[in-house]
């Protein structure tokens, strides 16, 4: 994901109070994830990163965030698809991705709590832009927000939760027969769901999501070629949207 992006235009619309006297900073870490869990489950480190974001004044205080992101993406079930689509459906977001944001001075330590707000605030609307983006970028089109809520992570906090739906067109398939017209295959396409996440955990802010199938793809096509000669085809795709989701939280309530 685009985290320069997102974290720039996050910070630099907040606000500070000027605050005297040395504050303490928060070294920059890589967010703390349940590597068994994602090992076991078959997901793969695809990319990890750590970079500043901006360095800028306010209010007197010098802030820099420095953003460590890891993403990961589920191989299998992405080939799985591909293989069940005949290759139509090869890259539909199957992700999970986790980030923690710390800041020079650390933010918990500046009176008040000063700018955590409106940071949480800037952060939240700008990764629910980054997921919409990325999954963009992963061919699913007619991208809306779904929702909003909460969500109960397991370091006790309650994250800020954004849900997002889109669908993955799939192209009309087309099976020859002899003697007779291409029996053909047409579908609206897999429903694609988005989830972004993000609280302040200790020292940081930390954000958590990902994509996955969100429908199963299950029907019967019936063609009478002639009077003598009829074809049926049935689809289905083998799609669990409600565990790929039960998964994909569950991973993000675990990030520390």
């Excluded at 007197?60 to 005949?86: C, F, N, S």
Aim: proline letters at 5%; one cysteine or more; glycine letters at 8%.
């Amino acid at each position: 994901m685009n985290r320069r992006r997102f974290l720039t235009t996050a910070v630099a619309t907040g606000t500070a109070t000027a605050v005297a006297g040395c504050l303490a900073s928060a070294a920059p870490s890589p967010p703390d994830l349940p590597t068994d869990q994602l090992d076991a489950d078959g997901w793969e480190l695809v990319e990890e990163e750590e970079e500043e974001a901006f360095s800028e004044s306010f209010g007197g205080v010098e802030l820099t965030a420095t953003a460590t992101t890891k993403v990961y993406e589920h191989a299998p079930l992405r080939e799985d698809l591909a293989e069940k689509t005949l290759g139509e459906v090869s890259e539909a977001p199957v992700s999970f991705f986790a980030s923690r944001i710390t800041f020079d001075p650390d933010l918990t330590d500046i009176p008040g709590g000063v700018g955590s707000d409106q940071i949480l605030d800037e952060v939240e609307t700008n990764v629910r832009s980054t997921l919409e983006m990325q999954m963009a970028e992963n061919g699913v089109e007619e991208i809306e927000e779904e929702g909003t809520g909460t969500l109960a992570v397991d370091s006790g906090e309650e994250a800020r939760r954004t849900d997002l739906a889109g669908i993955v067109p799939f192209q009309p398939v087309s099976f020859p027969v002899s003697n007779g017209d291409p029996v053909t295959l047409e579908t609206d396409g897999i429903a694609v769901a988005g989830r972004a996440a993000v609280w302040m955990g200790d020292e940081s802010v930390l954000v958590g999501g990902g994509a996955f199938p969100a429908e199963n793809v299950d029907m019967a096509i019936d063609e009478e070629l002639s009077s003598a000669i009829s074809v049926s085809i049935d689809v289905d795709l083998g799609l669990e949207p409600e565990r790929y989701e039960s998964d994909l939280l569950e991973l993000v309530a675990a990030i520390e």
